[in-house]
């Protein structure tokens, strides 16, 4: 005969979920006993719906007690445990019914599926939970928060005998943000964990779960101290361990210590050889501490690695696409794009919604430089034949101001679907940048004053003015922007834009964060249009002072779009003012060796070197120096004595007898 099996749950105020997780039962269990704690909501009618026997528990802050009085009402067999924002698996309808079969079980371990993130990005990190349980009368769960029912099963039952359920899982919606938010989770089990603390402060397993919510709640320096508390003198039988200790290593890095996290990851492998989270995060801390070396060991072992045990409840992508991820930017601080490339690939195939991939793949294409190749590449890696892909496409384009590429993808997505305000204003910023300005000032038309991207289009249909040296439309625009009451930068900004045109100077100005963030990306869009004297002039009604405290991000700005001149004069005078900056130093080392004025490069190399020993690129670039020196300095020798059987032998070419 089949055993019966009741479904337990306490719930408050969970009608957005209840639903979901009552449909998954369906048919699995028996009987549904659902303890409401105080519910204002339609909770209790949800619940009453489904045929679910409904009781009243007074709230008293104790997740336990409520618990048992759901369990004194079951009359199963097998006791189900599911929290209102969870479901039971598809599949696991079945392996619910065969394991309850046996005879010679007490309780189940069943792996449960935490949801983490939000809208833009849900990831999976699985867990191992005790959830499935012989129906007796001595069998009620301890504790206020976090209760647990296993060792008591094992006081009273001293041969009970536990079970993993191997292909039964349980999904939990729970730990996503506006989950958390609306029902203040963290405040709450801290609250009640300190309380139960106090009553119990040896208990081990609590005050494990006491770290892991200071940890949640960004608290990470007292996280570190209670995990470490929890972990001394441990059982290294016990199952939640291997969480522990990384939950140590992940608390001493958000607290800013790396050393100390490292020492805790090399102590967990010492426990657990094959566990690829410290690999994975050793490796991690290990790249931010510029240990280049040890970070692509760990980050090398990680991927190595073979499917983790249920109860390391291993973090997604740490064999993966994260550790691949990482992989590539190490790659890249060698100067390596081919390698860097093979290893964002690598991790784009293995979760292809892992956006932070595919943003590296697009910007070692170079898609503003060369559109075409860059093209070709992406339709070679990637599958655009949804909507959504080509729109995401087109915004990583054109947050990377690719704006020519960006345009294809923006407009093949939005062919396909409904169209938001912010990408009409994407297409249209992309047309100017293509010259095409009368389509993007009738896009740029249809946001009507009240809209929230307003002010943003009449800035932009002042640009495409600004962009032909039409100073009366210019002003016209400018006068709109300026009578809406914009922030004092944005004012400083339009003010430069219509005076940059008009026949006298314009006064010099000073701008805070937002009117330089506003100006760079007017002076990107001016050099990606090749109006190199029209951004070289608006930024020439800057404070010197001010120009100097940016010089750098110019320098590079210029750099990037091939400008040598301009971008050497911008850093030189970051040189003047910060003369230990290394990154400045190798971007002028750059040039030169572009221009190819090898001793002056060579000069900038060795000081980037000095100044900052710990950065490979440093290396790499004065080898290629030395390397390009070696070529350029052959060549003028074999042109001045040609045939020379020695020069020959330099080149690697055979002489003649």
């Given at each position: 005969?089949?055993?019966?099996?009741?479904?337990?749950?306490?719930?408050?105020?969970?009608?957005?979920n209840?639903?979901?997780?009552?449909t998954?039962?369906?048919?699995?269990?028996?009987?549904?006993?659902v303890?409401?704690t105080g519910?204002t909501d339609?909770?209790?009618?949800?619940?009453?719906?489904?045929?679910?026997?409904?009781h009243?528990f007074?709230w008293?802050?104790?997740?336990?007690e409520?618990?048992?009085?759901?369990?004194?009402?079951a009359?199963?067999d097998?006791i189900l445990?599911?929290?209102?924002?969870e479901?039971?698996?598809d599949d696991?309808?079945?392996?619910?019914r065969r394991?309850?079969a046996a005879?010679d079980?007490?309780g189940?371990?069943?792996?449960?599926?935490?949801?983490?993130?939000n809208?833009?990005?849900?990831?999976?990190?699985p867990?191992l939970?005790?959830r499935?349980f012989?129906?007796r009368?001595?069998?009620?769960?301890?504790?206020a928060v976090?209760?647990?029912?296993?060792?008591?099963?094992?006081?009273?039952?001293?041969?009970?005998?536990?079970q993993?359920a191997?292909?039964m899982?349980?999904?939990?919606?729970?730990?996503?943000?506006?989950?958390i938010?609306?029902?203040?989770?963290k405040?709450?089990n801290l609250?009640?964990?300190?309380?139960?603390?106090?009553?119990?402060?040896d208990?081990?397993?609590l005050?494990?779960?006491y770290?892991?919510e200071l940890?949640?709640?960004g608290r990470?320096?007292?996280?570190?101290a209670e995990?470490?508390?929890?972990?001394n003198?441990?059982?290294?039988?016990?199952?939640?361990l291997p969480k522990?200790?990384?939950?140590?290593?992940?608390?001493?890095?958000?607290?800013r210590?790396?050393?100390?996290?490292l020492?805790a990851?090399?102590?967990?492998?010492?426990?657990f050889?094959?566990?690829a989270?410290?690999?994975?995060?050793?490796?991690?801390i290990?790249?931010e501490q510029?240990?280049?070396?040890?970070a692509?060991?760990?980050?090398?072992k990680?991927?190595?690695?073979?499917?983790?045990?249920?109860y390391?409840?291993?973090f997604?992508?740490?064999?993966g696409?994260r550790a691949?991820?990482?992989?590539?930017?190490?790659?890249?601080?060698?100067?390596?794009?081919?390698?860097?490339?093979r290893?964002?690939?690598l991790?784009?195939?293995d979760?292809?919604?892992?956006?932070?991939a595919?943003?590296?793949?697009?910007?070692?294409?170079?898609?503003?430089a060369?559109?075409?190749y860059a093209?070709?590449?992406?339709e070679?890696?990637?599958?655009?034949c949804?909507?959504e892909?080509?729109?995401?496409?087109?915004?990583i384009l054109?947050?990377?101001?690719?704006?020519?590429?960006?345009?294809?993808?923006l407009?093949?997505?939005?062919?396909?679907r409904?169209t938001?305000?912010?990408m009409?204003?994407?297409q249209?910023?992309?047309l100017m940048?293509h010259?095409r300005?009368l389509?993007a000032?009738?896009?740029?038309d249809t946001f009507?004053?009240?809209?929230?991207?307003h002010p943003?289009?009449?800035?932009?249909?002042?640009?495409?003015f600004?962009?032909?040296?039409?100073?009366?439309?210019?002003?016209?625009?400018?006068r709109?922007?300026l009578a809406?009451?914009?922030?004092p930068?944005?004012?400083?900004v339009?003010t430069?834009?219509?005076d940059?045109?008009?026949?006298?100077?314009?006064?010099?100005?000073t701008?805070?964060?937002e009117?330089?963030a506003?100006?760079?990306?007017?002076?990107?869009?001016a050099?990606?249009?090749?109006e190199?004297?029209?951004?070289?002039?608006?930024?020439s009604?800057?404070s010197?002072?001010?120009?100097?405290?940016h010089a750098?991000?110019?320098?590079g700005?210029?750099y990037r779009?091939?400008y040598?001149?301009?971008a050497?004069?911008?850093?030189?005078e970051?040189l003047?003012?910060n003369p230990?900056?290394?990154a400045?130093?190798?971007l002028?080392?750059?040039i030169?060796?572009?221009?190819?004025?090898?001793?002056?490069a060579?000069?900038?190399?060795?000081?980037?070197l000095a100044?900052?020993?710990?950065?490979?690129r440093?290396?790499?670039g004065?080898i290629?120096l030395y390397?390009?020196?070696?070529?350029?300095?052959?060549?003028q020798?074999?042109e001045?004595?040609?045939g020379?059987?020695?020069?020959?032998?330099?080149?690697?070419?055979?002489?003649?007898a």
């Open positions: 005969m089949a055993k019966r099996i009741s479904l337990c749950m306490i719930v408050k105020n969970e009608a957005q209840l639903q979901r997780c009552l998954s039962v369906a048919g699995a269990v028996d009987e549904t006993i303890v409401d519910s339609d909770t209790c009618k949800i619940a009453h719906a489904f045929g679910a026997t409904v009243t007074p008293n802050d104790n997740f336990g409520a618990r048992n009085a759901s369990l004194e009402l009359t199963g097998w445990i599911l929290d209102a924002d479901a039971l698996a696991s309808k079945e392996v619910l394991i309850t005879d079980v007490e189940y371990f069943v792996k449960i599926i935490n949801y983490l993130g809208n833009k990005w849900i990831e999976p990190c867990d939970v005790f499935l012989r129906n009368p001595d069998y009620r769960f301890r504790g976090h209760e647990q029912i296993v060792d008591v099963i094992l006081e009273k039952n001293s041969g009970a005998r536990y993993i191997e292909d899982v349980i999904l939990h919606y729970g730990y996503l943000d506006y989950q938010y609306e029902k203040d989770k405040n709450r609250a009640l964990l300190q309380r139960e603390l106090a009553a119990a402060p208990n081990r397993l005050r494990y779960h770290g892991v940890y949640r709640a990470y320096a007292e996280a570190a995990l470490v508390k929890a972990a003198g441990i059982d290294p039988q016990t199952i939640y522990l200790l990384r939950y140590i290593v992940l608390a001493y890095h958000g607290a210590l790396p050393d100390q996290a020492e990851a090399r102590l967990g492998l010492s426990l050889p094959d566990y989270d410290l690999y994975y995060y050793a490796g991690l290990s790249y510029k240990q280049y070396g040890t692509y060991e760990y980050l090398r990680a991927v190595s690695l073979p499917e983790q045990p249920a390391y409840a291993s997604s992508g740490v064999r696409f691949y991820y990482h992989l590539g930017r190490l790659a890249e601080v060698f100067v390596n794009e081919e390698e860097a490339l290893y964002y690939i991790s784009l195939r979760n292809p919604s892992f956006v932070p595919l943003e590296s793949i697009t910007r070692i294409l170079r898609p503003h060369d559109a075409a093209e070709k590449c992406l070679q890696l990637c599958d655009f949804t909507p892909a080509n729109l995401l496409m087109g915004q054109f947050q990377q101001s690719a704006y020519r590429l960006a345009l294809v993808y407009e093949r997505g939005m062919a396909q409904e938001t305000p912010e009409r204003l994407w249209a910023i992309c940048q010259r300005f389509e000032l009738r896009i740029l009507a004053p009240g809209h929230h991207l943003l289009a009449i800035l932009n249909k002042m640009l495409c600004w962009f032909q040296g039409s100073p009366r439309k210019v002003r016209v625009f400018a709109e922007l809406l009451g914009l922030s930068d944005t004012g400083g339009v430069l834009l219509r940059s045109l008009g026949k006298s100077p314009p006064q010099e100005i701008l805070g964060e009117g330089m506003l100006l760079l990306d007017v002076v990107t869009r050099l990606d249009l090749n190199k004297e029209r951004a070289a002039s608006l930024l009604c800057l010197k002072d001010y120009v100097n405290r750098r991000v110019l320098g700005l210029f779009y091939g040598l001149q301009e050497e004069y911008y850093l030189r970051d003047a003012q230990a900056s290394a400045t130093c190798f002028l080392a750059e030169k060796h572009r221009q190819g004025e090898y001793l002056e060579g000069d900038f190399y060795r000081r980037a100044l900052d020993p710990n950065e490979p440093h290396y790499l004065l290629t390397q390009d020196m070696r070529r350029t300095i052959l060549r020798a074999k001045r004595y040609p020379l059987p020695a020069l020959a032998a330099l080149e690697g070419e055979p002489t003649k």
